[in-house]
């Protein structure tokens, strides 16, 4: 009975040891290792151990806390070298640093002198605003920098994000992950080496080739830019990538904002269309599109290219614009080009598909094709009737054939001239063999059929006048007529007058080619334009 009395209060007397030594916060002598002291405020039992000089231990078991400064630390088990100023704690470690970042792991190795920590097992680090999980981990107490290079996870929200490396700021909350980087978010999926997250501001910014697959199936690459989750902005630099399910984009600079589905593209933009039957590319240094509404708007030097197997249509101007014939209907009246069959929907009530759309192009509008070049103030154009429509002044070449008037309707089917209509002072010149010599046609309106890119029929109605030059089988000009009539008929071959008819009202005379004046015979009006046609594709760049 003595013998278990004694036993007790021995127990007593060592609890009461332990307790005192605790309320009087021994720590590690930090004089000779510097930094501040690791001060043991709990722990269930106490032991200490000194080996030498260099090996001076406090062994802590049972709910452990001990504080350096504002940090403090949670364990099951920890031992401190009072020499060194270390830690090593085991068990559901919990690092609190100043209720900024809290980190958890089973083990713990910490340098109180550096106050770096090196932590293993289920590590994760957390900042109230997205948790970070890994193998082990590298925390920088007084940079408030954690480190991993084994592989990690972060997890914000609905996002998930794991890298092989990854390196954490707390004070400014940026986030650095290298090597097989992947963010799966709801909205969009990012593959990237090399990433920078910033917490706060949700804003992620890419360094390295980026690969992006968004909601919509749009899928981006850029190796430059930054994306503001928070705002749904993004900026991407050098020459990035969009490529949607009906187009690809690329441009040296990239502006969009995912909410409103506005986007500014800068610098050598090049667009092209995927669809094979109504598709069409754009080349330009400024393009804006609103996604929403589908529209788009080109400006610095433009350039659209309607693709047509060898002979595509190039169209450049200072200004071109795109979007839905559905919705310009709503707000104007688009007069029909083509002839509709009766009960047949209006194209802009038609169902819409790929080709409820339409361009317009305003000012200096140059046209070139293999088979014909055009110019003029301005332009528009619709996928559903295939027609350019084309205003003030405009001038159409095709061969050695020059046609101007007021307004003029250009019908394009299988992408070559079908059908070209003139409005108002028509008249249609045609150089005769590269010679001074011109066979000129001249109307109120003008009409002129194409069969296969060349003219073979051409009308002229309203006070209709007419030169023609008569050749003989050797095609030596045997005289020079001029003609007026209500209407006049003109039968083409090889895209050259070969046969005229004159309908009602006809009134002319016919000259031996050296008895006349050949300019006091032109029509008046009469102007050859073509020092200002297009040659070539590079032509239409030019003022």
Same mark, same amino acid.
Not at 138 to 152: A, F, H, P, Q, S
Not at 213 to 219: F, G, P
Not at 225 to 236: A, T
Not at 305 to 313: A, F, P
């Given at each position: 009975m003595l013998e278990r009395y004694i036993k007790y209060v021995t127990v007593f007397f060592l609890s009461l040891i332990v307790q005192s030594v605790l309320a009087q916060q021994p720590a590690a002598d930090t004089t000779k290792s510097g930094g501040k002291k690791l001060f043991i405020?709990?722990?269930? #039992?106490?032991?200490?151990?000194? =080996? $030498?000089?260099?090996?001076?231990?406090?062994s802590l078991v049972g709910d452990v806390i001990v504080q350096q400064e504002k940090t403090i630390f949670y364990a099951d088990s920890a031992i401190i070298n009072t020499y060194d100023n270390s830690l090593e704690?085991?068990?559901?470690?919990?690092?609190?640093?100043?209720?900024?970042v809290q980190t958890y792991?089973?083990?713990?190795?910490?340098?109180?002198?550096?106050?770096?920590?090196?932590?293993?097992?289920?590590?994760?680090?957390?900042?109230?605003k997205g948790v970070l999980t890994t193998d082990e981990l590298e925390y920088d107490v007084t940079m408030k920098i954690g480190t991993y290079l084994k592989g990690g996870k972060l997890v914000t929200k609905k996002s998930v994000l794991t890298s092989k490396q990854g390196y954490y700021y707390g004070?400014?909350?940026?986030?650095?992950? #290298?090597?097989?980087?992947?963010? =799966? $978010?709801?909205?969009?999926?990012?593959?990237?080496?090399?990433?920078?997250?910033?917490?706060?501001?949700?804003?992620?910014?890419f360094t390295s080739p980026t690969t992006i697959?968004?909601?919509?199936?749009?899928?981006?690459?850029?190796?430059?830019?930054?994306?503001?989750?928070k705002n749904k902005k993004g900026f991407l630099y050098k020459r990035s990538l969009i490529d949607d399910s009906t187009y690809t984009l690329t441009a040296e600079d990239m502006a969009f904002d995912d909410s409103t589905k506005l986007s500014e593209f800068r610098g050598n933009v090049v667009y092209r269309g995927k669809d094979t039957a109504q598709g069409f590319d754009?080349?330009?240094?400024?393009?804006?599109?609103?996604r929403k509404k589908d529209v788009l708007l080109a400006t610095e030097k433009p350039i659209l290219l309607i693709k047509q197997g060898k002979d595509s249509i190039f169209i450049s101007s200072d200004t071109?614009?795109?979007?839905?014939?559905?919705?310009?209907?709503?707000?104007?009246?688009v007069p029909l080009a083509r002839d509709t069959v009766p009960g047949a929907p209006h194209p802009a009530k038609a169902k819409s598909d790929s080709s409820d759309k339409y361009f317009e192009a305003y000012y200096h509008v140059r046209i070139f094709s293999d088979s014909l070049q055009a110019k003029g103030d301005s332009l528009f154009y619709s996928l559903q009737d295939s027609v350019f429509r084309l205003f003030k002044s405009p001038i159409v070449w095709a061969q050695e054939n020059q046609i101007t008037g007021d307004t003029i309707y250009l019908y394009v089917k299988n992408k070559k001239p079908e059908r070209l209509y003139v409005f108002e002072n028509a008249m249609a010149i045609n150089r005769v063999d590269s010679t001074i010599y011109y066979n000129q046609l001249k109307g109120t309106t003008l009409n002129?059929?194409?069969?296969?890119?060349?003219?073979?029929?051409?009308?002229?109605?309203?006070?209709a006048e007419n030169v023609y030059y008569g050749q003989d089988e050797e095609k030596k000009f045997v005289s020079v007529s001029k003609s007026s009539s209500d209407m006049i008929n003109i039968l083409f071959e090889d895209s050259k007058p070969q046969r005229v008819t004159f309908i009602s009202g006809f009134n002319g005379k016919s000259y031996p080619m050296r008895q006349v004046n050949h300019d006091e015979l032109r029509i008046r009006g009469f102007k050859w334009f073509d020092d200002i046609r297009p040659k070539s594709k590079y032509d239409i760049l030019s003022n």
């Amino acid at each position: 009975m003595l013998e278990r009395y004694i036993k007790y209060v021995t127990v007593f007397f060592l609890s009461l040891i332990v307790q005192s030594v605790l309320a009087q916060q021994p720590a590690a002598d930090t004089t000779k290792s510097g930094g501040k002291k690791l001060f043991i405020k709990q722990a269930k #039992k106490l032991n200490f151990l000194k =080996i $030498d000089s260099l090996h001076d231990y406090q062994s802590l078991v049972g709910d452990v806390i001990v504080q350096q400064e504002k940090t403090i630390f949670y364990a099951d088990s920890a031992i401190i070298n009072t020499y060194d100023n270390s830690l090593e704690a085991f068990g559901n470690v919990h690092i609190n640093d100043a209720d900024s970042v809290q980190t958890y792991a089973q083990y713990l190795k910490y340098l109180g002198k550096e106050k770096k920590a090196f932590l293993k097992k289920k590590v994760k680090l957390t900042d109230g605003k997205g948790v970070l999980t890994t193998d082990e981990l590298e925390y920088d107490v007084t940079m408030k920098i954690g480190t991993y290079l084994k592989g990690g996870k972060l997890v914000t929200k609905k996002s998930v994000l794991t890298s092989k490396q990854g390196y954490y700021y707390g004070d400014t909350r940026d986030v650095f992950f #290298k090597q097989k980087v992947v963010l =799966i $978010d709801p909205e969009y999926r990012i593959y990237t080496d090399t990433m920078q997250y910033n917490m706060n501001t949700e804003i992620v910014t890419f360094t390295s080739p980026t690969t992006i697959y968004d909601s919509s199936k749009r899928i981006i690459k850029t190796r430059d830019g930054y994306f503001d989750r928070k705002n749904k902005k993004g900026f991407l630099y050098k020459r990035s990538l969009i490529d949607d399910s009906t187009y690809t984009l690329t441009a040296e600079d990239m502006a969009f904002d995912d909410s409103t589905k506005l986007s500014e593209f800068r610098g050598n933009v090049v667009y092209r269309g995927k669809d094979t039957a109504q598709g069409f590319d754009l080349i330009a240094n400024n393009v804006k599109t609103d996604r929403k509404k589908d529209v788009l708007l080109a400006t610095e030097k433009p350039i659209l290219l309607i693709k047509q197997g060898k002979d595509s249509i190039f169209i450049s101007s200072d200004t071109l614009y795109s979007a839905r014939l559905s919705d310009l209907m709503k707000t104007r009246e688009v007069p029909l080009a083509r002839d509709t069959v009766p009960g047949a929907p209006h194209p802009a009530k038609a169902k819409s598909d790929s080709s409820d759309k339409y361009f317009e192009a305003y000012y200096h509008v140059r046209i070139f094709s293999d088979s014909l070049q055009a110019k003029g103030d301005s332009l528009f154009y619709s996928l559903q009737d295939s027609v350019f429509r084309l205003f003030k002044s405009p001038i159409v070449w095709a061969q050695e054939n020059q046609i101007t008037g007021d307004t003029i309707y250009l019908y394009v089917k299988n992408k070559k001239p079908e059908r070209l209509y003139v409005f108002e002072n028509a008249m249609a010149i045609n150089r005769v063999d590269s010679t001074i010599y011109y066979n000129q046609l001249k109307g109120t309106t003008l009409n002129a059929l194409f069969d296969d890119g060349k003219i073979y029929y051409m009308r002229a109605k309203g006070n209709a006048e007419n030169v023609y030059y008569g050749q003989d089988e050797e095609k030596k000009f045997v005289s020079v007529s001029k003609s007026s009539s209500d209407m006049i008929n003109i039968l083409f071959e090889d895209s050259k007058p070969q046969r005229v008819t004159f309908i009602s009202g006809f009134n002319g005379k016919s000259y031996p080619m050296r008895q006349v004046n050949h300019d006091e015979l032109r029509i008046r009006g009469f102007k050859w334009f073509d020092d200002i046609r297009p040659k070539s594709k590079y032509d239409i760049l030019s003022n």
